[in-house]
């Protein structure tokens, strides 16, 4: 029997249990269940942070692990230029350039791990938009919100062990060698097991335990403020970028955003990448261990990248194509504040508000002034 023949309620009751790309499909199936289902727009944001979990829309799937920031693939990968995340305000599926990391690394942003309970999504739709209110007012309502935010923050505090190498908020007997509170916080690999089976354990078997915990609430929790993710566009039309005290944040009209971290062979190749390739001197072939003094596997170090938008085109641009940068691997484009000067760009300018609503893209500079 066809779908459409059953009665009103089945419909409903059938429709509310479809996943938000099927529940969009047949949305537009025929005018019976365009009228019937009428979607909104938080149906359609819905659809997109579905579909930037099935590859073929969303690129390889990433995985971070809070504990040491480690990323797989790593940022230089070429799979990064392949991976999408959805923007719920514009409704476009985007690359990384478009947001800032917070809003594709933090747990409750990121993409869910694939077949974890986070990833898989019932839509929210309901037929009517009166919804009766549960009578929080009894004794035993107030009792289950007092035991449900226990229990959360409880894994939060798990959670945190986890990503810290055990460590916690302490400086002394850290939480990784206590067992009785492991055992309290509920960890996996743990539970029945006595203080001298613990000791037999060693450090790197403790954190493998405490990675596994992480993940398994990680599979719970991750990405479930998807849908407050915005691109910076959507951001700094809502006039939601700029802070008074983020020196880093650029100005209301040149606002600037912080991106990914890549490894480059000198300051030439991080402001002009493949320069070197036609110079007579080319880049090593080995990581040369600049920085990282008396570190075992020492390597370069990597260059932040900045997006900045252009007031003359409008474009979110990489910092190099604009005519300001620095020196170094840890240089900040930081304007003067309150309470500090102002980073040295590199011909030897002060950084403030002023000198960066001066800066247009190399594009528009090049209108206004020629080649």
Partial sequence: MSLELLPTEVQCYIIRLLDPISFISISQANAHFRRLI???????????????????????????????????????????????WACTNCLRLLSHKHFDNHSILRLRYRKPLPGSPAARMVTTWEQTRHIPHRNTNTEQAELDAKVSLWEAQKQR?????????????????????????????????????????????????????????ALAVEGENCGKKRWLRKCNECRFQQDEIWQLFDETGGTRRLPIVPSRQVVFGSRVDRYFPGVSEYLNHKRPLFNAPLGLFHRKGAREQHWSMWMVRCPGCARWQELREFRFGGTHHHWKPARRGPNREGDITWDEKEITEPLLNTYRCNSCFAKTHGQ
């Fill in 157 to 213: 505090f798990r959670y945190f062990i986890c990503v810290t190498s055990g460590k916690g908020h302490l400086s002394g007997d850290f939480p990784i060698n206590n067992l009785d509170l492991l055992q309290y916080y509920d960890m996996e690999g743990f539970k029945g097991i006595n203080q001298d089976q613990l000791d037999k354990m060693t450090q790197q078997d403790r954190i493998n335990l405490l990675d596994q915990n």
């Fill in 38 to 84: 009428n979607p909104k727009q938080k149906h359609f944001a819905e659809r997109l942070l579905a579909l930037e979990l099935v590859p073929e829309y969303g690129g390889p799937y990433l995985f971070f692990r809070s504990r040491d920031t480690s990323l797989r693939p790593d940022w230089s990968d070429p799979a990064w230029e392949k991976m999408r």
